[in-house]
């Protein structure tokens, strides 16, 4: 079974930064793309980054280009997000997902707030 | 950079019926279209890929088409638990986007 477990949401103070984390078991992850996709409260979904399988390449959505970080530590089967210069715009759920196109395996989500 | 629109906003449906969603792409996107469904609290399921091909354990009632810019997603037979918001997506350039999305309800 695939499963995928966020972690390390919750509130922070705009310019601060937080460290999300999402655990995988069920597939082989070294191989697999990864992605971060958010989710604003009540608003739809914005894909936020991708990381290959070897973690060479990586992208961004431009409004985060600069701030946040995507990286991976195959060893772990984990997957990470460095969120740094936090905005109140940054608000949002936290997905992490297998693939770099499009995701059949999604996690549950994890909460980041970013407000004074 | 690539524009998603879907419509309508909001759709209702009578159990039975059948539930006709569109995406529209700024640029074109050959296939390279997915569809999603989320209901609330939960993270979205990929329903379609490659714009028409049912990912695993998809029922059949959900069927997707259309190539370029124009898409549809029809839910065949609407059935209580397909009530949900439902997104498309293009990943045919490096900065994957997704529409505004449609909220299904029943009537």
């Known amino acids: 079974e695939v499963l995928l477990v966020e972690s390390g949401g919750g509130l922070v103070q705009p310019g601060g930064s937080l460290r999300l984390s999402c655990g995988v078991s069920?597939?082989?992850?070294?191989?697999?793309?990864m992605t971060w996709v958010r989710q604003a409260p009540g608003r739809g979904l914005q894909w936020v980054a991708t990381?290959?399988?070897?973690?060479?390449?990586?992208d961004y959505v431009d409004s985060v280009k600069g701030r946040f970080t995507i990286s991976r530590d195959n060893a772990k089967n984990s997957l990470f997000l460095q969120m740094n210069s936090l905005r109140v715009e940054d608000t949002a759920v936290y997905f992490c997902a297998r693939g770099a196109e499009y995701w059949g395996d999604w996690g549950q989500g994890t909460l980041v707030t970013v407000s004074s | 950079e690539i524009v998603m629109t879907q419509s309508p906003a909001t759709l209702s449906v009578s159990p039975g019926e059948r539930a006709t969603l569109s995406c529209r792409a700024s640029r074109w996107v050959t296939a390279n279209l997915a569809w999603y469904q989320q209901k609330p609290g939960q993270a979205p399921r990929l329903l379609i890929y490659?714009?028409?091909t049912r990912a695993a354990g998809v029922p059949a009632r959900f069927s997707g088409s259309g190539s370029g810019t124009e898409f549809t997603l029809t839910i065949s037979g609407l059935q209580s638990e397909d009530v949900a918001v439902y997104y498309c997506q293009q990943y045919n350039d490096w900065s994957p986007a997704f529409g505004p999305g449609t909220k299904v309800d029943i009537k």
């Open positions: 069920g597939f082989t992850f070294s191989t697999s793309w």
């Open positions: 490659g714009a028409s």
């Open positions: 990381i290959k399988g070897d973690g060479v390449q990586q």
